[in-house]
């Protein structure tokens, strides 16, 4: 199994509408789960982290984890034309022993005006 | 707002040859880390360093590679012999230190090995 796995896209969705990006990760004992936004031939930016099985909401960001299921997720709530970008999410992945990130490939994001 | 810089923004060089990509992490971050994009892949982790010392390593991170700090405000990648595949976006990364694991990265250095 892939260490960190997402749906690379892309995911249209129009304007106003909720975007829902999701990845899985391999590992058990992970702590700590981010999403980064990465627009082309930019840096990653962070712009969400979450530690605790729930949701946690910034904004029109809402991060939401499931432990036992391995799985993260972002919501992007009235999506505008400048969140379209690759969305990664990455991990600590403590079994691996590295507490250094593994990022997901990304999923393309592209909102329709 | 502090933030994570990097120089040169691109740098081409010839295979065989030595380049030092610069970073200055944000000012009261501990943990600084390199990273690297090969065009249309993943970001993949090189290095952590803590403490005057590297933390952790990749599997990439092998004897062509050292990491440095110079100086208390920079933050080094030498690449000794450049090879075409070491081509990428290396991104330098910093976070503030225990209890928190958020890191910020810069925004990169285009290397181009020809």
């Known amino acids: 199994q892939k260490e960190v796995e997402q749906n690379s896209g892309p995911l249209s969705v129009p304007e106003g509408a909720i975007a829902s990006l999701n990845c899985t990760y391999s590992?058990?004992?992970?702590?700590?789960f981010f999403w980064y936004r990465q627009y082309s031939g930019k840096s990653p930016e962070l712009i969400m982290s979450i530690y605790s099985n729930g949701d946690k909401e910034d904004g029109r960001f809402t991060a939401q984890l499931n432990k036992a299921s391995q799985y993260v997720s972002l919501l992007i709530r009235d999506s505008q034309p400048s969140d379209s970008a690759t969305y990664l999410c990455a991990v600590n992945l403590m079994d691996t022993g590295r507490r250094a990130l593994t990022f997901g490939s990304g999923t393309r994001l592209q909102v329709q005006p | 707002e502090p933030e994570v810089t990097q120089t040169p923004s691109h740098q081409v060089t010839q295979m065989g040859q030595e380049v030092i990509l610069r970073c200055v992490p944000i000012?009261?971050?501990?943990?600084f880390y390199w990273y690297r994009q090969i065009l249309g892949q993943k970001v993949e982790f090189l290095v952590s360093?803590?403490?005057?010392?590297?933390?952790?390593k990749s599997e990439i991170f092998d004897d062509q590679f050292s990491v440095e700090r110079p100086d208390g405000s920079n933050f080094t990648l030498k690449i000794r012999s450049t090879k075409l595949e070491d081509s990428a976006m290396y991104f330098c990364a910093s976070r503030v230190g225990q209890g928190s694991y958020e890191q910020y990265f810069g925004p990169g250095t285009r290397l181009t090995v020809t």
């Open positions: 360093f803590y403490n005057n010392e590297i933390s952790e």
């Open positions: 590992d058990r004992v992970s702590q700590s």
């Open positions: 000012s009261n971050h501990l943990y």
